[in-house]
T-cell receptor, first 114, second 112 residues
C-alpha cells in the first residue's frame, strides 16, 4: 500500500479564497483523522471520521472549516474563506479503527494564506 | 479530560550521549493507548511505538527504549548512544477508544 496520500503537498493562496485539501486513507482503514500543526498550538485534532461518519468535530476552529468523507477512500478538508491565521501544516491520518489506533500519517499539506 | 504533557520543549545533546524524553499523561479511561511519533526535519510523522494500558512491560528496540509506569502516569522514551540522525521533534500521544491526542513535542538536537 502507498500509505496515506495527501494533496497538494504545498498550497499558497490569497486571503478570502477557498482552499480544499484532499486525503486518501490506507485501504481497509475505517478511521480517518485531520490534524493541524502550528508552532504555537502544536498538533491539534480537527475532526475524525469512523466508517465515513464524522464522530467528533469539536476541534474544528470555526464555521469556515468543513470536512467530508463521501466514501471510504477519500476525504476533504475545506476552508472558505481562508485567512492568514489558517497557515499551517495539515495532516491526514488513518487507522483500522477506534480500538486499533495505530494512526498512519500522510506527508501533510503545507498551507500558506497570504 | 485527556491530556499529554511533554515538559521538555527542547533538548540538546552531543552524539553518543543517552537522552530521555519525558511524557506524562492524564486520562480517566482504564483502557487507553500510548504512542511515540518522530517528526524529522522533512516533516513527516513516523510511528515509533504503541503501548496499551494493560501492558506495563518496558520495551527495547535497538537504541530505543520505553518505560511505561502507570503509577506515575508516565511513558518515557530513552535513546541510547544518540546519533545526529536522531535529531527530530518527538511526540508522545494518548488515545482512548476513539481519538489520538498529542503532546506539544520535544525537539531533540544531537550535535556531532
Amino acid at each position: 500500500d502507498a500509505g496515506v496520500i495527501q494533496s497538494p503537498r504545498h498550497e499558497v493562496t490569497e486571503m478570502g479564497q477557498e482552499v480544499t485539501l484532499r486525503c486518501k486513507p490506507i485501504s481497509g482503514h475505517n478511521s480517518l483523522f485531520w490534524y493541524r500543526q502550528t508552532m504555537m498550538r502544536g498538533l491539534e485534532l480537527l475532526i475524525y471520521f469512523n466508517n465515513n461518519v464524522p464522530i467528533d468535530d469539536s476541534g474544528m476552529p470555526e464555521d469556515r472549516f468543513s470536512a467530508k468523507m463521501p466514501n471510504a477512500s477519500f476525504s476533504t478538508l475545506k476552508i472558505q474563506p481562508s485567512e492568514p491565521r489558517d497557515s499551517a501544516v495539515y495532516f491526514c491520518a488513518s487507522s483500522y479503527g477506534p480500538t486499533d489506533i495505530e494512526a498512519f500519517f500522510g506527508q501533510g499539506t503545507r498551507l500558506t494564506v497570504v | 479530560a485527556q491530556k499529554v504533557t511533554q515538559a521538555q520543549t527542547e533538548i540538546s545533546v552531543v552524539e553518543k550521549e543517552d537522552v530521555t524524553l519525558d511524557c506524562v499523561y492524564e486520562t480517566r479511561d482504564t483502557t487507553y493507548y500510548l504512542f511515540w511519533y518522530k517528526q524529522p526535519p522533512s516533516g513527516e510523522l513516523v510511528f515509533l511505538i504503541r503501548r496499551n494500558s494493560f501492558d506495563e512491560q518496558n520495551e527495547i528496540s535497538g537504541r530505543y527504549s520505553w518505560n511505561f509506569q502507570k503509577s506515575t502516569s508516565s511513558f518515557n522514551f530513552t535513546i541510547t548512544a544518540s546519533q545526529v540522525v536522531d535529531s527530530a521533534v518527538y511526540f508522545c500521544a494518548l488515545a482512548n477508544t476513539d481519538k489520538l491526542i498529542f503532546g506539544t513535542g520535544t525537539r531533540l538536537q544531537v550535535f556531532p
